[in-house]
């Protein structure tokens, strides 16, 4: 399915899910795409074959008296399973589905596809995303949302705003995608999977919000005790912004933002994103080219795909395009590092020392492209 | 760019700016924008800024687009909350990258 160089329009995604299913023989493993979930029988021999099988499983479907389970899980990982002196077998379970979960080209490029098919879902971290709400109806989504909070009211029939931080524009429910999607059988998935999400709605239909409306929501976000806090958006300097964010740095919460999108030009990152207390991040093409439009400046940190991401929406899916997209793939790393122990700053620097140089400028890359795996001390050689 | 424009202006307790682009030629105009500010909004006393709409708001950082038809239009619209009362110039700017659209109207408050 995913070669790491495609990804995939509405289209052919919709002629994908039309033929999902396939029947494969015995060799079905080996002719699954290491994206696709496959649903096989294993048998383990001993503890740490059942214990391995468990942690690689996305979901259980049968445990047997024997030593054997069903489980749904990656091809990849499948794979992987086989290998493992201390499981006996691994078979395809008769007929599977290929379901039809798209890895955005972005996911698969910060290697977060490697994270997942080694357990890394983020589970027990909080993220945040400041932005224009989160579709709490969305079923690649739903499973992870937490609390919401409105600090502007959501504008739409009573159908869109179930919530008060329900997303009447589609911009927050994007970035939530790309931070946080389900690893599941539709849609896409997110660079981590199953951090809990919080939607702070500060930006208005029309994706637009006040200095003191986003403040507060980076306060409620320190308050609240979550990790990390995704601000897909700009404009100019804000001293009540920055302090807000100073606020939220001391109380260990990692802030990542969008660089800006006045591109092509230089030093040009806007705000919050130049705060020194914000990790500012910058847009990628698929061909590892900065973005066009991806502003750029002494204060870019990091580089993350931006151009033509596809996502959630309300009630569907979307390709769009900015640094808005770049940064909440931060965000979702940023998610998975603190499951994993990292305190804000520990996390920022992970990230920092573990991205990979793409060959852009200081101003462009900052210390290089994401790359999910290396930070979560993964082997990424499929690069 | 053959884009004509207009700017209405409604006062009551609040002033409200509904800023009208039409595209007046025979061809599709396409417009794209950087961010969410896809127009904006200022209030001139004498040539002096007493609001602007931008001022002290951010902005969702995904790009764009919009097509408009010959004949099409797009509305922009904006609220100045707390207007003090006085006569002023409003000025809407189409915020589309590489093009040139503005509308100025006269109004009290």
């Known amino acids: 399915m995913s070669d790491g160089n495609s990804h995939f329009s509405r289209r052919s995604v919709l002629k994908k899910s039309t033929g999902a299913l396939a029947v494969v023989g015995v060799s079905g493993l080996a002719s699954a795409d290491p994206d696709d979930f496959v649903e096989v029988n294993v048998g383990f021999a001993g503890d740490s074959g059942h214990q391995a099988a468990h942690n690689a499983a996305d979901s259980v479907e049968r445990e047997f008296a024997f030593d054997a389970m069903t489980i749904r899980i990656p091809a990849r990982a499948a794979k992987a399973l086989e290998n493992r002196p201390d499981v006996r077998y691994v078979e395809v379970n008769g007929e599977w589905e290929a379901f039809s979960q798209t890895t955005p080209w972005g996911i698969d490029r910060v290697d977060a596809d490697v994270a997942h098919a080694n357990g890394e879902t983020g589970a027990g971290a909080d993220i945040a995303i400041i932005d224009t709400g989160i579709d709490s109806d969305h079923p690649d989504l739903q499973a992870n949302l937490g609390e919401g909070k409105a600090f502007v009211k959501c504008r739409g029939n009573p159908r869109m705003c179930r919530q008060p931080w329900d997303d009447d524009n589609d911009h927050g429910t994007h970035c939530a995608g790309i931070a946080d999607a389900l690893n599941n059988d539709e849609g896409v998935v997110g660079v981590s999977t199953e951090v809990t999400l919080h939607a702070a709605k500060v930006l208005d239909k029309n994706g637009s919000g006040s200095y003191s409306d986003i403040a507060a929501a980076i306060e409620w976000t320190a308050d609240q005790g979550y990790d990390v806090g995704s601000m897909s958006l700009g404009g100019s300097a804000s001293s009540t912004v920055r302090d807000a964010c100073q606020y939220a740095t001391d109380r260990g919460v990692l802030l990542v933002a969008a660089a800006g999108n006045d591109g092509p030009c230089t030093d040009c990152v806007g705000y919050p994103a130049g705060y020194d207390t914000v990790v500012a991040v910058s847009a990628t093409s698929e061909d590892d080219s900065l973005a066009n439009f991806s502003s750029t400046g002494a204060e870019v940190e990091l580089a993350a795909p931006g151009e033509d991401v596809y996502s959630s929406i309300p009630g569907g899916y979307d390709t769009f395009s900015g640094t808005s997209m770049a940064c909440p793939h931060v965000a979702g790393a940023g998610g998975q590092l603190m499951a994993n122990g990292y305190t804000n700053d520990e996390a920022r620097q992970r990230l920092r020392d573990t991205a990979e140089d793409i060959g852009l400028g200081d101003n462009e890359q900052g210390a290089g492209l994401l790359d999910v795996a290396v930070a979560l001390g993964l082997d990424s050689s499929d690069d | ?109």
């Open chain 2, 1 to 109: 760019m053959p884009l004509d424009s207009s700017l209405d202006v409604t006062t009551d307790r609040d002033v409200q700016f509904t800023f009208i682009v039409t595209n007046s030629g025979a061809d599709p105009v396409d417009l794209s924008f950087s961010d969410a500010l896809e127009a904006d909004f200022a209030v001139l006393d004498d040539g002096s800024e007493r609001w602007r709409f931008s001022e002290g708001r951010m902005f969702a950082q995904m790009l764009g687009s919009e097509t408009l038809d010959p004949g099409g239009t797009a509305t922009y619209e904006a609220t100045w909350d707390d207007p003090d009362s006085g006569s002023y110039t409003a000025v809407a700017t189409l915020e589309a990258n590489e093009t040139e659209c503005e509308a100025r109207a006269e109004f009290s408050v």
